[in-house]
């Protein structure tokens, strides 16, 4: 995985290196390409999520990265009402240090002069 912003747009690229169940490997087996998903982040993750759900969106896959890093992505129907793999939409909770990390991210972009494109990811249990 790897996450970079161009201003505020965040791109989050990653690799499946395995063969878990999963949205990721679902995209690529259908012979997808491109973006999976887009990301709408919230801190009010349990109001937009129940917004979300009375709105007719059904949760798919879900998951959590850290404390207060909670994410879903919501089933993308298709005319017939089925789900297809492709573009999906995520809630992605960034109220806690996913939020630093995502705010780190962000304003690392700001001032990056070309060096040190690649850096490790800080433990989210420091920030």
């Not at 109001?47 to 850290?66: N, Q």
């Not at 809630?91 to 304003?107: T, Y």
Request: some cysteine.
């Amino acid at each position: 995985m790897a996450l970079a912003n161009a201003g505020g747009l965040q791109i989050e690229l990653l690799q499946i290196r395995n063969d878990v169940p999963s949205m990721y490997r679902d995209f690529l087996r259908a012979g997808l390409k491109g973006v999976q998903h887009f990301a709408y982040w919230t801190e009010s993750f349990d109001a937009d999520l129940a917004r979300a759900e009375a709105a007719g969106f059904r949760v798919c896959m879900s998951g959590e990265v850290g404390e207060n890093g909670r994410f879903v992505y919501f089933e993308t129907p298709a005319a017939g009402g089925e789900a297809l793999p492709g573009t999906v939409i995520e809630l992605s909770e960034v109220a806690g240090p996913k939020g630093k990390l995502f705010k780190l991210i962000r304003e690392a972009s700001l001032k990056w002069d070309g060096a040190d494109p690649i850096r490790p990811f800080p433990d989210l249990r420091t920030l």
